[in-house]
Structures are given as structure tokens and as C-alpha cells.
């Protein structure tokens, strides 16, 4: 296992590096100069050049990028051009929210998709199916805003059971987590089920009804781990996806969260935070793949072994 982990951990060396590259590209063909951003709209032409140089624009591409890349591995993401803090403690006051908002989201959906999935796979053609599906197919067809909004009337404004938005307490991210997993859920079902189906038709499967095994046993011990692959890898990804993506949830609700920050750093062209921000949700991307290959070996020990 410990190979397996250090082999997979070597290959993400090189994609690191690619996305750093990627990401330095694209920040640095955006229309627009820093240098001006952060001298002012009164500023003169000496004044613009003299900050150019501070910041280090001055240099040649490649020259730039090396110097990004060694401030970023001590540690230094650089400072906001707009309001002159460190990214990095910028970035550590967002992070909690967002990670808490992620966290509650992943684990309710994850619970309840793998139930629905079970559910309707051992109970197939019958009314469970049916109530199972129902459920899956409306959280992932209604929209994340509406739902958002739809929440925050009902149990916010008319009932008064939670806080329109903000981050006061746990009960402020109820709200948002219900709806920013309500279609990781209903994909999770979705897996789950085809992929419980396709086990149970087994011949492993078989075999052990034959034998006499209890129907509870077959379901949770057997077909319930192997069919646990392809939900792993749904899981994973989607954790990658409510990392960066969300925005529209923190908008809603007003979450000070990642997702607030990178849109507001937009508005206000702060190169330096919006290029953190993604590389940081790329490298958590990277990251939780390799997760998930880690988590492969140990659901199926003949992936690490072959590999």
C-alpha cells in the first residue's frame, strides 16, 4: 500500500506543475495592468512603471514565474492589490465557512444518496423505487438559486427557524447545505443504485443467497462495498466541485466563504487573490483524486497491486 500511495503521490508532481503554469498564463493575459490598479486612476506614467517594477512585471514571463513559484513554495501567496493584506490570511479567514458549508453538504447527501440507492436497488419496480427516484430526479432538476431562495422564504422568513444569512452559529449552515447538496444527492443516488443493481446480478451474489446467507447480510457486507467504486469516484469529484463552486450558495445566503471572495476580487480585477483562489481549488482537485485513488486500493486490493 505504501508504494501504491508513493507512486500516485510522484505522478502528482508534474500536474502541479502544469496547472501552476496554466494558471499564471491565464492570470497574466487578462486585459487590464496591475500596476495601474494599484497607482490609481491619477496616477503618472513614472509612478505606473516604478510600482511595474515593484511588483516585479518589469521581468520577463518566465522570470516572473520562477519568482511566483519560490514565493509560493515558502509560503507567500503574495499581497492584495486592492486592500494591500497578505493573500494568504485572506484566504485562511474564508476558508472555514467554506469548509464547514462543504462538509455538511457532502455528508447529508452522501448519506441519504447511498440509502436512496440502496433502497431502490433491493426494492426495484416497487413503490420505494418510485418514491426513491421521485426524489433523486427533483433534487437534481431544480435549480440551486430557487431552491436557495424557496428556503429562506419558508423556513427564514415565515416560520423564523433560521437566520436569513450570515454566519452566526451551526443553524447558519442548515439552509445552505440543504441546498447546495441537494444535487450532489440526487446524483449519488442516481450511481448508487445503477451500481448496487449491477452487483446484485452477480454471480458472487448468487452464490451466497444460495448458501443461505440472510438477504441484510448479502446487501451490506457483499454487494454494498463492491459497488462502492463508482460512488467513491462521484463523491470525490463532487467534493472538488462544492470546494470551487460555491458561489452562487455563498451569494444567496451571504456566507463570507472562498467563493464570496473570488467574486468579489473579479469585480475588483484583484489579480493576485484570484489566482490563489484557483490554484488553490486546483490543487485541492489534485488532491482529492489522489484521495480517491488511495481509497480504490483499499475498497479493491487488486488495483493497487496491478498498478
Known amino acids: 500500500m505504501a508504494r501504491y500511495a508513493l507512486q500516485r503521490l510522484l505522478g502528482v508532481i508534474p500536474l502541479f506543475i502544469i496547472v501552476s503554469i496554466v494558471i499564471f498564463m491565464f ?4 486585459p487590464g495592468d496591475p500596476a495601474r490598479l494599484v497607482a490609481g486612476k491619477e496616477a503618472t506614467l513614472d509612478e505606473i512603471e516604478a510600482i511595474r517594477g515593484q511588483l516585479g512585471l518589469d521581468l520577463p514571463l518566465w522570470q516572473q514565474y520562477l519568482r511566483y513559484m519560490g514565493d509560493l513554495l515558502s509560503g507567500d501567496l503574495g499581497q492584495s492589490l486592492r486592500s494591500g493584506l497578505p493573500v494568504s490570511d485572506m484566504v485562511a479567514s474564508r476558508l472555514g465557512p467554506t469548509l464547514w458549508l462543504t462538509f455538511l453538504s457532502l455528508g447529508w447527501a452522501l448519506v441519504i444518496g447511498l440509502f436512496i440507492g440502496v433502497m431502490t436497488s433491493v426494492f426495484r419496480n416497487k413503490w420505494p423505487d418510485y418514491l426513491g427516484m421521485l426524489t433523486a430526479i427533483s433534487g437534481i432538476s431544480i435549480p440551486g438559486f430557487w431552491l436557495g431562495l424557496v428556503l429562506i422564504q419558508i423556513f427564514s422568513v415565515e416560520l423564523g427557524w433560521f437566520p436569513t444569512g ?3 452559529s451551526w443553524r447558519s449552515y442548515i439552509l445552505p447545505s440543504l441546498t447546495l447538496g441537494a444535487g450532489i444527492m440526487s446524483m449519488l443516488a442516481r450511481y448508487s443504485r445503477s451500481s448496487m443493481l449491477e452487483t446484485l446480478r452477480a454471480d458472487y451474489i448468487r452464490t451466497g443467497r444460495a448458501k443461505g446467507l440472510r438477504e441484510s447480510v ?3 457486507r457483499h454487494a454494498l462495498r463492491n459497488s462502492l467504486i463508482e460512488v467513491v469516484t462521484v463523491a470525490g469529484l463532487q467534493f472538488g ?9 455563498e451569494t ?3 456566507i463570507p466563504g472562498l467563493g464570496r471572495l473570488l467574486v468579489d476580487s473579479i469585480s475588483f480585477r484583484d489579480y493576485t487573490v484570484i489566482q490563489a483562489l484557483l490554484l488553490l481549488f486546483a490543487v485541492q482537485f489534485i488532491l482529492i483524486n489522489l484521495i480517491v485513488d488511495l481509497l480504490y486500493g483499499v475498497l479493491n486490493p487488486k488495483i493497487r497491486y496491478s498498478s
Do not use: E, R
Open 27 to 30: 492570470i497574466h493575459f487578462i
Open 166 to 168: 450570515g454566519v452566526d
Open 218 to 220: 448479502v446487501v451490506s
Open 241 to 249: 466541485f462544492l470546494l470551487g463552486g460555491s458561489v452562487m450558495v
Open 252 to 254: 444567496v445566503f451571504s
